[in-house]
């Protein structure tokens, strides 16, 4: 498989960061490649940076046409350009802001969303709003912390260990209600297929031992 990784800001070392990411969990024989535009800003913060990435998505779809690409991962979670990669290609395009939601909502049944800086939270409510996560986000927040102070944190002696980290993770326990809406085997159904669901811990390959677990009963 040939994978396509465009990064929408024009950081060559951030570009290079996300393809070792990716190829540390992409399948045996996966092919990744690594692109970021000619122009543009160095982060997207802002709707302004967010336009010029869109252009330079659109810029780097149009260069790889002809290089026979399985699929395409546009690696800003603001999904600029998504639309406008589709329509330049057969094979499928994915934003790793709505793969994120998808994934959050395959393990939990709600999820927040904690990005960099506050001025672009309301890009992200749109993306939840387009989307259709609204019923399962249950909040966003922003830690104004600039996107390439994230990219020097490993130079600042800021590495960050699983084993001395600290994961508060939600948990909830469904049950059926005494006069349910709708008929009682399909909600214990539901029962049974959530609690076979993988938890969040594994799927996400946290160390279970830094786990802080804060449980709600839910009735359905």
Same mark, same amino acid.
């Given at each position: 498989?040939?994978?396509?990784?465009?990064?929408?800001?024009?950081?060559?070392?951030?570009?290079?960061?996300?393809?070792?990411?990716?190829?540390?969990?992409?399948?045996?024989?996966?092919?990744?490649?690594?692109?970021?535009?000619?122009?543009?800003?160095?982060?997207?913060?802002?709707?302004?940076?967010?336009?010029?990435?869109?252009?330079?998505?659109?810029?780097?779809?149009?260069?790889?046409?002809?290089?026979?690409?399985?699929?395409?991962?546009?690696?800003?979670?603001?999904? %600029?350009?998504?639309?406008?990669? !589709? =329509? &330049?290609?057969?094979?499928?395009? @994915?934003?790793? #802001?709505?793969? $994120?939601?998808?994934?959050?909502?395959?393990?939990?049944?709600?999820?927040?969303?904690?990005?960099?800086?506050?001025?672009?939270?309301?890009?992200?409510?749109?993306?939840?709003?387009?989307?259709?996560?609204?019923?399962?986000?249950?909040?966003?927040?922003?830690?104004?912390?600039?996107?390439?102070?994230?990219?020097?944190?490993?130079?600042?002696?800021?590495?960050?260990?699983?084993?001395?980290?600290?994961?508060?993770?939600?948990?909830?326990?469904?049950?059926?209600?005494?006069? %349910?809406?709708?008929?009682?085997? !399909? =909600? &214990?159904?539901?029962?049974?297929? @959530?609690?076979? #669901?993988?938890? $969040?811990?594994?799927?996400?390959?946290?160390?279970?031992?830094?786990?802080?677990?804060?449980?709600?009963?839910?009735?359905?």
């Amino acid at each position: 498989m040939k994978l396509l990784l465009i990064n929408p800001n024009t950081s060559a070392p951030m570009t290079a960061g996300m393809v070792e990411s990716a190829r540390s969990v992409a399948a045996i024989g996966t092919q990744v490649v690594g692109r970021q535009p000619s122009f543009g800003p160095v982060s997207i913060e802002s709707h302004f940076d967010d336009a010029f990435g869109a252009a330079g998505v659109a810029e780097q779809m149009r260069l790889a046409q002809g290089e026979a690409f399985d699929a395409v991962v546009i690696a800003c979670f603001g999904d %600029p350009g998504l639309d406008a990669a !589709r =329509e &330049l290609t057969d094979a499928p395009v @994915l934003g790793i #802001a709505e793969a $994120a939601f998808h994934a959050a909502s395959f393990v939990a049944t709600g999820f927040s969303v904690v990005t960099t800086m506050t001025r672009t939270c309301v890009m992200a409510e749109r993306l939840v709003q387009r989307y259709g996560f609204e019923r399962s986000c249950r909040g966003i927040h922003g830690t104004d912390i600039p996107v390439l102070a994230l990219e020097g944190c490993g130079e600042k002696g800021l590495e960050l260990d699983l084993n001395k980290t600290s994961f508060f993770v939600s948990r909830e326990v469904v049950v059926p209600k005494m006069t %349910p809406p709708m008929m009682l085997w !399909r =909600e &214990l159904y539901f029962i049974w297929m @959530l609690r076979n #669901a993988q938890s $969040a811990t594994d799927f996400f390959q946290i160390p279970a031992n830094r786990v802080v677990e804060l449980g709600t009963l839910v009735e359905i």
